[in-house]
């Protein structure tokens, strides 16, 4: 049984910063990503990196701000959140996939384990 458990979410104010942890039980070469859903919205993309760490992705409205990484020797995924705005509210999701889907890694889909998910919320 494969388990992943975020942390790190809380309540900031525009501008500041947040770090997020995703940890892993179970096998460890996953592809990670990590995922986004907004009230009324669909989840969405907003990171992945693969299972050495050797490449990682960014959706376009948060490259440049946040920077995913994970620790091999702990199984744990972080995703790095700087310069936060009111859009990136959100409850995010870690995800991980049996595979590397290396052109397909934006869709939910291609997951086959999920997180219960952590509460960001930033104001203006």
């Known amino acids: 049984q494969v388990q992943l458990v975020e942390s790190g979410g809380g309540l900031v104010q525009a501008g500041e910063s947040l770090r997020l942890s995703c940890a892993a039980s179970?096998?460890?070469?996953?592809?990670m990503g990590w995922f986004r859903q907004a009230p009324g919205k669909e989840r969405e993309f907003v990171s992945a990196?693969?299972?050495?760490?050797?490449?990682?992705y960014y959706a376009a409205s948060v490259k440049g701000r946040f920077t995913i990484s994970r620790d091999g020797n702990t199984n744990t995924v972080y995703l790095q959140m700087d310069t936060l705005k009111p859009e990136d509210t959100a409850v995010y999701y870690c995800?991980?996939?049996?595979?590397?889907?290396?052109?397909?890694?934006?869709?939910?889909?291609?997951?086959?384990?999920w997180g219960q998910g952590t509460q960001v919320t930033v104001s203006s």
């Open positions: 990196i693969t299972w050495n760490g050797g490449s990682t």
């Open positions: 179970g096998r460890r070469s996953f592809f």
């Open positions: 995800a991980a996939a049996n595979y590397s889907p290396l052109t397909t890694y934006a869709k939910t889909d291609q997951y086959a384990y």
